[in-house]
């Protein structure tokens, strides 16, 4: 029994035949199943489209971002075992049933996989430039902050339990960066996570993401969940780039021997410390916090 959502913001171009091959991939594994469409405030045909199939549509009076759409998606839906993906033909649905068997088989094996992560691969992936760099500091903040290597942080398909998730809604973002928000919540609570390998075609129609903006904004959710889950992690992080820069500065200043470059030395030991004491009262503070709940 299995509930696929997807959240939908003017996909008139390609929600009725990816609703289709989700219907043409489940039907060959016999398991009861639902698919909900998210209209998340839609000003093209996408209702239309909808309407004409079996899905179950639920829809926002105005556009409230990727992540409510999801969140809507997941409250409504009547079994626990669900699957997110994007039906912007990015995700090829005939992952679907990987993703499933991968998930059940670990059940059926006592290892109780929590989540599985379809991990995207290929030239269409690694997209432009920035969108690359913008990619590579922001895997490399969370693999820092929860101390595991990440495939891929913010794919859009994956399969996970409602039960488990439930906990954690309150706590993700509205936004793009819901799947990064998801991603850190379960590898920061000690939840098994797996990656499987899948294809990740080009859109159909325009995409809504701005990468400049959209990534600043993963950045903020990123910190936001690492202050949240890990203080200690980003106040650490902090504390070694300013010990760094005393160490650069005090070289400078055995070479010109000023005043000022010795005050900046004492300034960025003091910011070090600092950081560091304040990381263990916000770690304290949330173990308190949590002890309270």
């Known amino acids: ?13 390609s929600i009725k035949d990816y609703i289709k ?6 039907e060959k594994l016999k398991f009861e199943y639902e698919i909900i469409v998210v209209n998340d405030g839609s000003t093209d045909k996408s209702v239309e489209k909808i309407n004409e199939t079996q899905a179950k549509l639920i829809s926002h009076p105005q556009n409230l971002g ?14 626990d075992t669900i699957i997110m993906t ?48 913008m990619r590579k500091v922001l895997k490399f903040l969370v693999e820092w902050t929860t101390g595991t290597k990440i495939i891929d942080i913010n794919s859009g398909m994956r399969i996970f339990s409602k039960k488990t998730i439930n906990s954690f809604l309150p706590q ?12 850190l919540a379960y590898f920061l609570t000690g939840k098994f996570v797996r990656y499987h390998p899948i294809k990740y075609h080009v859109r159909v129609g ?11 904004r993963t950045l903020q959710y990123i910190i936001e969940a690492i202050i949240y889950y890990n ?7 902090i504390s070694l780039f300013f010990f760094l820069i005393s160490i650069l500065l005090s070289v400078l200043f055995l070479i010109k021997k000023s005043t000022f470059v010795l005050i900046l030395v004492c300034l960025s030991i003091l910011i070090a410390c600092i950081s560091i004491f304040f990381g263990f009262l916000m770690d304290l503070l949330r173990q308190t916090f949590n002890k309270t709940k």
Request: glycine fraction near 8%.
């Open 1 to 13: 029994m299995i509930s696929i959502i997807l959240p939908c913001f003017n996909e008139e171009g």
């Open 21 to 26: 091959a989700v219907n043409n991939n489940l």
């Open 66 to 79: 990727y992540g409510a759409a999801l969140k809507s998606g997941i409250k409504h839906a009547k079994f």
């Open 86 to 133: 994007d039906p912007d033909g990015t995700y090829p649905a005939d992952h679907i049933q990987e993703l499933i068997e991968i998930y059940f088989n670990s059940a059926k094996n006592s290892l109780g996989l929590d989540m599985v992560i379809g991990a995207r691969k290929g030239k269409v992936y690694d997209g432009s430039l920035l969108k690359f760099f």
């Open 172 to 183: 993700l973002c509205n936004t793009f960066s819901f799947s990064t928000s998801l991603t």
């Open 206 to 216: 325009k995409s809504h993401v701005k990468i400049f903006r959209d990534s600043l």
């Open 231 to 237: 203080p200690l992690k980003l106040t650490l992080l």
